[in-house]
């Protein structure tokens, strides 16, 4: 497998990030690490050799990504406010610099999948939601989709827009909805241990989605499926055989 280290340093977010790049060839595949993880992750879990199938036969490429979660939302000794100003840092940092940067090194003019799994998945669905310009697939297994979580009841606009089931609730932008509507939504959830507010938000999410006439692919897996590593292995494999790569 072809592997490729960078390292450089964003303006956004003040300081060096790093990400990796599995693959030679195929839809490029941005995954978000879970709380306060690196980009080293999901290699070190398995799941970089779960999807090896399909990195193998060029059928995608993944890039996992840096998070700055302990600046950012998990950041206790920081304001609400200031936790999802340091969040928008990383929005940009991943829409302006990083993205651009992969079109331009992976000489790709399409749209890119956004996946993860817990914190993970908050992110690969905030951006997805946020910028259905630049992602056309989202794999989002047992995460959370609104702010409560990092924020409390605290709410303004930088907050407000970084919670998905607060502003997909009040969307009725037409432009938006199409995009989502052409787009490919997958979240899975499991229904066993350290899964229940995993299952509530998901549950919400599926409802704001089909009340919005968005289809998605939105499943329970059973009461044996708990939140951890095992399963989202499972998980990431069963559901590359389902989008368009």
Known sequence: ?????????????????????????????????????????????????SCREFIDSGRIKIITVD????????????????????????????????????????????????????????????????????????????????????AGDYNDENVYYNNPLAYLNNTNDSWFLDQYRQNRIIACVGQGAWEEVCVNETRALKNILDSKGVPAQVEFWGHDVYHDWPWWRHQIYHFLHHVNI
């Open 1 to 49: 497998m072809h592997v490729e280290y960078h390292k450089w340093w964003s303006h956004n977010i003040g300081h060096d990030m790093e990400y990796k790049i599995y693959g030679h060839w195929g839809k490029p595949i941005i995954v978000f690490p879970s709380a306060c993880k690196r980009f080293w992750e999901w290699e070190v879990e398995g799941m970089i050799e």
């Open 67 to 150: 998070s700055v979660d302990w600046e950012a939302w998990l950041n206790g000794g920081a304001h609400p406010a200031d936790r999802a100003r340091r969040n928008n840092d990383y929005d940009r940092y991943i829409v302006e610099e990083l993205i651009p940067s992969l079109a331009h090194q992976l000489n790709y003019s399409g749209k890119f999948i956004s996946t993860g799994c817990s914190m993970g998945a908050y992110h690969a669905a905030n951006f997805f939601f946020r910028h259905p310009d630049v992602f056309d697939t989202l794999i989002a297994l047992s995460g959370v989709y609104s702010t409560w979580y990092f």
